[in-house]
């Protein structure tokens, strides 16, 4: 549902979190801090888990207190967009393991936020930049690529890879290194 959706929370002047101009804004509640229970609260700031409810809240049209294929039907029609078709909402609801309450729901953004691309899709994106095969890509390269194509990398974000994953004496980056740590965690030895 997350990757399809597109979903984007915004704030506005008056501090409000949303998605799209029209839809409805939920009146805001104060929130207790969440302590121990479920990891998937472990795994984001306490401000980020209000903008999710924020934006589950919005989703939620009917206000029971679990996102279907109807909900998200209104919640496209309040986006401007009127004719999806029933297959993808069910496409969408399938994606989670069950009805989508708002645990659910911050699990499975939990899921797409933590890059959970496998380690081969990874490799093959990278391979496009090393047509010979070689394992590596010049510095150079790689940072003009991320530069100035798609989503531009800026000045800063390519000084925060390159000292996480400097080039070698050569002036190559090892992408199937950095896959790996991507992947894993942590170095190869």
Do not use: W
Not at 74 to 97: H, I, S, W
Not at 120 to 148: C, Q, R, S, V
Not at 161 to 189: Q, R, W
């Amino acid at each position: 549902m997350c990757g399809r959706l597109g979903l984007h929370l915004k704030r506005s002047e008056d501090g409000k979190g949303g998605i799209g101009a029209s839809a409805e804004q939920a009146p805001k509640k104060a929130k207790k801090k969440i302590e121990g229970g479920s990891n998937v609260f472990s795994m984001f700031e306490q401000t980020q888990i209000q903008e999710f409810k924020e934006a589950f809240t919005i989703m939620d049209q009917n206000r029971d207190g679990f996102i279907d294929k109807a909900d998200l039907r209104d919640t496209f029609a309040a986006l401007g967009r009127l004719n999806v078709k029933n297959e993808e909402l069910e496409d969408m609801v399938k994606e989670a393991p069950g009805p989508i309450n708002f645990t659910v729901f911050l699990t499975m953004f939990g899921e797409k936020l933590k890059g959970t691309d496998p380690e081969e899709t990874i490799l093959n994106a990278f391979k496009i930049f090393d047509p010979e095969g070689k394992g590596h890509i010049k510095a150079d390269y790689i940072k003009e690529m991320l530069m100035t194509q798609a989503d531009r990398f800026s000045q800063e974000e390519i000084n925060q890879m390159f000292a996480a994953f400097p080039p070698d004496v050569s002036g190559n980056l090892d992408y199937k290194n950095l896959c790996y740590v991507i992947t894993h965690g942590e170095e190869k030895d």
